[in-house]
């Protein structure tokens, strides 16, 4: 018995000073990986630097000379030209008023002008809305930074290819941009992204919406997760009749393993911003709110680059939108 406690007693100071030894060489380790990032990031810096010093800045949409900028003038005009509309859309739907008259343009800017009566949904022309008042929309607010429409249809088909990532993160800075001034009703807690199958991510190279909520997240400075991931592939909501689209959708998200792997079982008290490219029916958007919200949400905002819309009068030109992508 003597022997026994002495031998346990000269082991553990042992078994003590190895795991001293281990922490030390942990903590060495975690110096080192820092030391190592830190200079790649400075490489990185230096190596960009010297890129733009030796080549000019090209247009991410058309390759021409963009200056400081990462679009050039025209793109960036072209691309912008139903901004303003979409400021005035429905903050439920993203839809704008059918289509928005001069009249109600006018009610909007007049409003904007006075000081006394400043509200956080000001830049709202109506909370009335013809094409959503009857419809269940699982999330809260709506909003979208352009029409789904000519360049800006070239512009979200493009980001969907990883070799045009890029372009991607500079819709999403210009995205969480607008958001911030605009939209001051949604304060999100986190972002995320509508997910593509692993399928289709390895026939495309990438995730565009991933890319776009995390120059979302970064703009507005909020983290980004990926919360849902899809159990199977679906086919395209356009492409199917209305009697089998819903099928097409049901259960279709699950909790992705990224975000159990966070521990966090469910979205109590979270104030989420959902990301995605293009918003059309809002079928797909709405079956993952639907899931997001069973799993305790507590609000749900969707924000999109572009959304498509059947007919809209913008700067006296009738935009009409052939959407090839639904959500």
């Known amino acids: ?116 009566q400043e509200s956080t949904k000001s830049h709202l022309v109506t909370q009335d809305c013809k094409a959503c008042r009857q419809s269940k929309l699982e999330w809260d607010h709506a909003q979208s930074l352009w029409i789904y429409d000519g360049i800006v249809k070239e512009a979200v088909i493009r980001c969907k290819y990883t070799h045009n990532q890029s372009l991607a993160h500079h819709l999403g800075i210009l995205l969480g941009q607008q958001l911030k001034i605009h939209s001051m009703s949604m304060r999100p807690s986190l972002v995320t992204h509508i997910p593509s199958h692993w399928t289709r991510r390895i026939t495309r190279g990438g995730e565009a919406t991933h890319g776009l909520a995390h120059a979302v997240a970064q703009t507005i400075g909020v983290p980004c997760k990926r919360i849902l991931s899809l159990r199977r592939p679906i086919a395209k909501q356009a492409w199917l009749r209305k009697s089998t689209r819903s099928e097409n959708l049901r259960n279709a998200f699950k909790p992705s393993l990224s975000w159990h792997s966070f521990g966090a079982s469910n979205l109590k008290n979270q104030d989420v911003l959902v990301i995605d490219d293009v918003l059309t029916t809002g079928s ?5 709110c639907r899931t997001l919200r069973s799993l305790g949400a507590r609000s749900l905002s969707v924000a999109v680059i572009a959304r498509a819309v059947p007919a809209v009068n913008a700067s006296s030109k009738t935009v009409v939108s052939s959407s090839i992508h639904e959500c």
């Open 1 to 116: 018995m003597l022997l026994h406690r002495s031998s346990a007693a000269s082991i553990n100071p042992v078994c003590m000073n190895l795991n001293q030894r281990l922490a030390s060489h942990r903590n060495q380790f975690a110096n080192y990986h820092q030391r190592f990032i830190k200079s790649i990031q400075e490489l990185n810096g230096f190596v960009s630097w010297v890129i733009d010093q030796a080549y000019p800045k090209r247009c991410l949409m058309c390759d021409g000379d963009a200056g400081d900028e990462k679009l050039c003038k025209p793109c960036f005009s072209e691309l912008s030209v139903s901004e303003t509309l979409m400021t005035r859309a429905c903050p439920r739907c993203a839809l704008p008023a059918d289509p928005i008259s001069q009249q109600s343009a006018a009610i909007h800017d007049a409003a904007a002008a006075e000081p006394k």
């Open 284 to 288: 797909t958007a709405n079956e993952f």
